[in-house]
């Protein structure tokens, strides 16, 4: 049984910054097809680091790799202590590929924003994709399922 670690707001629970979600039916229509194949884990590691739902929106500044909200407050500690524990219930569950919320500060698997909340986009990871990914964890975007189908069949 293949053990598939995903960003929780991508199943729908609302975990997102605003307090909504980022529900992605192509992933749901995935896990169905996958059912005796995989299991899936859903984690949110912004809640998993202690940071409230809602909760302002932050980015991962392009100069320093801090982590910083709308408010200018620096949640850092929070991202890498929720990468940390995502990373824990990964290897509790045996995963070997995550599928994360693309853009994200935690889950950004192939471009993150700059930290200058003008949705300028850069080349890079989020804490928890770059955390998993150095522990040999496949780490995929939202957008990557269909490829990731076509491999897994």
């Not at 609302?14 to 996958?34: P, S």
Request: charged letters at 25%; aromatic letters at 6%; proline letters at 4%.
């Amino acid at each position: 049984m293949i053990q598939i670690l995903v960003s929780a707001c991508l199943t729908g629970e609302n975990c997102k910054w605003d307090g909504g979600n980022n529900r992605n039916e192509a992933l749901l229509d995935f896990m169905e097809r996958m059912k005796g194949k995989a299991e899936f884990h859903p984690v949110c590691p912004e809640q998993l680091g202690g940071l409230s739902t809602p909760r302002p929106a932050s980015e991962v500044r392009e100069n320093d790799g801090v982590v910083v909200n709308t408010e200018d407050r620096n949640v850092t500690a929070e991202f890498l202590l929720g990468a940390d524990l995502a990373l824990r219930e990964a290897k509790k569950y045996g995963c070997t590929i995550a599928i994360l919320k693309e853009k994200s500060p935690s889950c950004g698997c192939s471009g993150i924003y700059n930290g200058s909340f003008s949705h300028t986009l850069i080349p890079g990871m989020g804490k928890t994709a770059a955390l998993l990914s150095g522990y040999g964890i496949r780490v995929v975007g939202e957008s990557q399922i269909g490829e990731l189908e076509k491999e897994l069949r």
